[in-house]
């Protein structure tokens, strides 16, 4: 019998291999996603400090190019390279005056003259961020891709939930409205069945795709979840002269989320922006159970881990960059 020498390396997985890009949700596995969010936790302690940068990323260069309206999204991503000592360089450009194709082809070319470390893009066009990953050496985050793909929010999603309820697997998340425009809803599906929660689409059917998740057309659906996750309606997406409500009154009478809907010891997300009195009552989007400013402190510790994760060779960097500080 041949004696067996077992070196203890050789029990442990290989080192993930450098991922390229953050397109989409299915780019990642359940393992990512835990190494990411651990990641995240670890940036969310160090923001806790009173200096508050690392000098982790510094001399790397962090491109936002946003063809559409964001507030959260793009301050955070911002602020994430910055707080990582990267460079930054935001552009934003109207819908309406960014040809499609060529011109965005050629704006990724530009850029790329500066030789920038990640792209991040936000763009109307489903399929963006793939072209300019196509046309660059950077590597490039997707930070919304017209109805399709939102994945930095899935996982911003992921780490409030669990910060909140303390586990993600087998939880149960009513997402509610407008699903069918949604990227974010797109995303956080997918992202909540790699942990091994599930979502129930909630909302008026015109506005609920087939095959994504279990619906309900009733706002009653929604007792039975631990999470209860609004959407506005995306009336930018929609197309136009079609109608899916009969109007916002009739929406918000029987699908607004009030605190007569929900029972106690629900948590209730928002993506943002929201439309206070349509798809949330303000007494919802004030009380101890919304988590919406969480989301957003979330989605800075979330996007320095994403940006550090597509940079860096991996998770047991953290606690060295974390110790240089
Ligand atoms: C969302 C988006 O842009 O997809 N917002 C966000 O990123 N926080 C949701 C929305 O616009 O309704």
Partial sequence: MTDLHVVPGDLLPPPPPARRHLLSVGDLARGDVERLLATARSFALSQERDTKKLPTLRGRLVVNLFFEASTRTSSSFELAAKRLSADTLSLKASGSSVEKGESLKDTALTLSAYDPDVIVIRHPQIGAPQLVARVTDAHVVNAGDGKHQHPTQALLDLYTIHAALGRLDGVHVAIVGDVLHSRVARSLVQALRLVGAHATLVGPPPLLPAGLAETAFDIGAIAA????????????????????????????????????????????????????????????????????VDQVRAGLAVRMAVLYDLLTAGPALVEAALEVA
């Fill in 225 to 292: 979840a631990d999470v209860v996750y609004v959407l506005r309606m995306q009336r930018e997406r929609m197309e136009e002269g079609a109608s899916y409500v009969p109007s916002l009154r009739e929406y918000a009478a029987r699908w607004c989320v009030t605190p007569e809907r929900l029972r106690p010891g629900q948590k209730v997300m928002h993506p943002g922006p929201m439309n206070r009195g349509v798809e949330i009552d303000p007494r919802v989007a004030d009380s101890g159970a919304a988590l919406v």
